[in-house]
């Protein structure tokens, strides 16, 4: 960066922060406001950027406490989201391995890139890019899904939705281990008191599992993944009532190696021959400083990650027959770097007018790095800001309406490739009493393309940097009910997506080529939620939808993920006893290659069973089954099929002092 953006760049930064922290204006601030609530129920702040009841928002919202990740025995951020109602869980094998860049990921109302990660309400994405399997569930107070369009509130890539991790500001004193099947390892640590924690998590799975089968010319291979291995550390401290450090490092490694499976009659290459082999590794920083009062929410952040892929493929060339080929090394890294900061200054204009307003400034790096198949290193660089507003009005006791608009621009981005976006929202909330409301809401999203869209991310990968900024509108009508330990939902939606932002296989070639196309979706979600009917906690939900895109290079509609997917969960609560069941069904689904049409492909039924014994306080035994009907479902929804990990137990000890 040269000494001019520097200026400009922090002149921006400094503009923002005095018009959220210190402009001010006359508020008449009532008594309701001042003094904290008794009773607020589920509170969801993600939403509206503001403390609410969850049936009062105006947004499809799912909250998901550190009580129930715990019930359900979930190891990561991932796991705690892979049967959330209307989501479709992505990855590539046991542990949530990760492929490099290829990560796991969560799907909302299935639009591929358009789940904006937030941690703390701080964005914690890569090029668009997020493992939440690597960050460890100890570390969570909740996640708080908005689904549906939240660009106003947040920027690009909050499209489909927003997950935010919230974390615990404090810790138990705990250390825990854990052994099971195909060398499965835990280890974790918690200290600290009400203000600072201290913590660390090893996640291991050893053995090799078959986790994919691929068609070749000669036949087919068969993918095993081994070693794979996360560990996470952490410290938070809250230095007073309003400011708050986080600093996290996340580190995941796996091991893929390709066999040949099947071999056609006449082959040079023999069945059980090594075809290639990779070996992924990332290494992630998270730095953040938050702070917040009455009336101002600020938070600063440093995000730094590191990508690397690399191994050794030894291939006989089939289609000669008599010559042996040694296909080059293959290597690959890169690292990321986004820091910024949010802003965001609340008013209470009358005891029925509420007004947000907002800016938000990120810089962002993105370094192809120098490796022995990398020809040349390259670095690029933009600046994103943002400016944001809402405005709240209670028109009556029953009816609220909110209006949000929001300015995004980058610039500095080299060949000049920069953008800009105005978005606007809207919702209307009808309180047929206090627990039982309707609202609408219509609202604008866009997602700016990527430095790797744009320029490249690897060999395979053809840049284009022509790619517009995807555009889109999701409208939604809902009902939410609380009635005792009942809780009610329904969600009707429809999407609209111009130029949405996508990677096209070009097998003549062997590449990748980002492409522009049109995505839609119409569907609706309903879920049941019964709690605190001991000793039994129920959930089930249904999600009927249709996602499709259409690309210039198919030029008609074609079908995305699963048309109808159902979930369900039952918690068993009774004296020292805890025993937690839960599913996610997804049927008349589709595997979706880039550029050849979709095929049906059998619906996948993720399960998980842990139950948790403890005899006293100090003491806790857990047991974890993955996979319990043993099933072999494809978990991957693009062409590549990748295989849930068969029926795995995991065995924890926990001791509390």
Known sequence: MNKKMKQKLVASVATGLTAAMYWSVPADVSAAEQKVTEDLGEVVVTATRSQKKDVDVPAATEIITAEEIKDSGAQTAGEALSKVDGIAYGAFGPNGAAMGTMDNSVNIRGIDNGTLVLVNGNPISWRGKYDLSAIPADSIERIEVVKGSGSVLYGSEAMAGVVNIITKKGAANTVTAGIGSSGQHHYAANVGDDRLAVSYNFNEWRHGVDVSKTATKFGSTRTTLTDVQKQSAGISYQLDDHLSLLYNYLETESKFSRYADAVKAGSTIAQGDLFNNRKYTTQRHITQLNYKDKKVKAGVYFNTGTVESKGVTNFKDTAKGDKETKAPRYNTR???????????????????????????????????????????????????????????????????????????????????????????????????????????????????????????SSEKAVPNYNLKPQKGVNYELGWKQNHGAHKWKAALFHMDIKDNISAAWKSAKNEYEYTNEDFRNTGVELGWDIKDAKPFSYHWGITVQNPESKSS????????????????????????????????????????????????????????????????????????????????????????AYYDAPTSYLFNYTYKF
């Open 334 to 456: 890169e690292k990321n770097i986004t820091y910024g900061a949010d802003v965001q200054r609340r008013w209470t204009l009358s005891p029925k007018t509420k007004w947000i307003l907002g800016s938000s400034v990120q810089r962002e790096q993105y370094d192809k790095l120098l490796t022995y198949t990398t020809k040349s290193a390259a670095q690029y660089a933009r600046n994103n800001f943002g400016l944001f507003s809402q405005l709240e009005q209670a028109f009556d006791e029953k009816n609220t309406g909110i209006v949000g608009v929001r300015e995004t621009w980058t610039n500095g981005a080299w060949m000049d490739k920069n953008y800009h976006n105005f978005s606007a929202s809207g919702q209307w909330l009808h309180k047929m009493d206090k627990a039982n409301n309707l609202y609408v809401n219509v609202s604008q999203s866009f997602i700016m393309p990527t430095f790797a869209q744009m320029y490249g």
């Open 553 to 640: 290079k198919k030029g008609y509609w074609d079908r995305k993920y699963g048309r109808v997917q159902l979930t369900s969960g039952i918690t068993y609560k009774k004296d020292k006893w805890v025993s937690n069941l839960k599913a996610s069904y997804l049927c008349k689904r589709v595997q979706a290659p880039s550029s050849d049409h979709s095929f049906d492909t059998k619906p996948y039924l993720l399960t998980t069973w842990n139950t948790t014994y403890a005899p006293d306080k100090a003491n806790e035994l857990s047991l974890m089954i993955r996979n319990v009907l043993n099933r072999q479902d494809i978990i991957s929804h693009s062409a590549s």
